[in-house]
C-alpha cells in the first residue's frame, strides 16, 4: 500500500534511517537535490538499479512536485 | 512521476515505501536545505536578513516607530501571532507623526518570494519593479526576513 508523506514526515522518517530517492532525470538531480538523496530515474528503475537501497529501511520517493 | 516509482519499488519487494507527492518544491519554498549545482546558496533564502523587525497589528505605531528607527530600518513587517505576513510599515509611516495604531497605517498584503527563488531571478525582478527589498517569507507565510537589494547585488559580484 503507497504511503503518502508530508515535509515534516519526510523529516522525521530521514532521523529514522530513511533513504531518499529522487526520480527525476539526472539533469534535474543535479541541477538541485534534497539533500543525501540517490538518483534513480523512474525510465530506469527497476531491481538493478534499485539494487543499492536497503530493503528493512524506509524509502521515500519524491519527483519536482505533484505533477 | 513519485506515485508510479513508489508502486514500482513496492512491486521489487520493497516494504516500506513513502510517496513524498509535494516534492522538492514544497521542500525549497519552506526554506530547507538543497544540495546539487544550484544549491541553498544560489538561492534568496541564504541572504536574506533575518533580524528585519516586526511587529502586532494591535502595536501603537509610537511604540514601533522608536524600536524600528532606534535598530537602524525604515521598514517593519506586520506578523499574525504565527509569524504570517499581513502587512508592512514603510518608511513614510516610520518617520512620519501619526500615532494610531499599526493596523490602521498599515500597507496590506505586500508581494513576497519564497527562499527558494535563485538570487539572480530576485535581482532582475527588483531592478525591472524598482524595489530596493523584497520579503521573503517560507511557503506557508511565515517571515523568513528581507532580501535587500544591495546585499544581493554584491553576493552576485
Known sequence: MLMPVDREGVRSLLEQGAQLVEVLPADEYEYERLPGALNIPLKTLDAETAGPLDPGLPVIVYCYDQQ | ?157
Open chain 2, 1 to 157: 512521476m513519485s506515485p508510479r516509482a513508489a508502486s514500482r519499488l513496492e512491486e521489487l519487494g520493497y516494504t516500506q515505501v513513502y510517496d513524498y507527492t509535494a516534492g522538492k518544491a514544497d521542500w525549497a519554498s519552506f526554506g530547507l536545505p538543497l544540495e546539487g549545482d544550484h544549491d541553498s546558496g544560489t538561492r534568496v533564502g541564504a541572504h536574506v536578513r533575518t533580524d528585519v523587525p516586526a511587529c502586532a497589528p494591535h502595536d501603537r505605531l509610537v511604540d514601533v516607530r522608536g524600536r524600528v528607527l532606534a535598530a537602524g530600518w525604515d521598514t517593519c513587517f506586520v506578523t499574525d501571532e504565527h509569524g504570517v505576513v499581513l502587512g508592512r510599515l514603510g518608511r513614510a509611516v516610520l518617520t512620519g507623526d501619526d500615532n494610531g495604531s499599526v493596523e490602521e497605517a498599515m500597507s496590506l498584503g505586500p508581494s513576497t518570494v519564497r527562499p527558494s527563488l535563485e538570487l539572480d531571478k530576485a535581482v532582475e525582478r527588483m531592478r525591472r519593479q524598482q524595489l530596493t527589498t523584497l520579503p521573503v517569507t517560507r511557503s506557508d507565510g511565515v517571515l523568513i526576513g528581507v532580501l535587500r537589494r544591495e546585499d544581493a547585488e554584491r553576493a552576485l559580484e
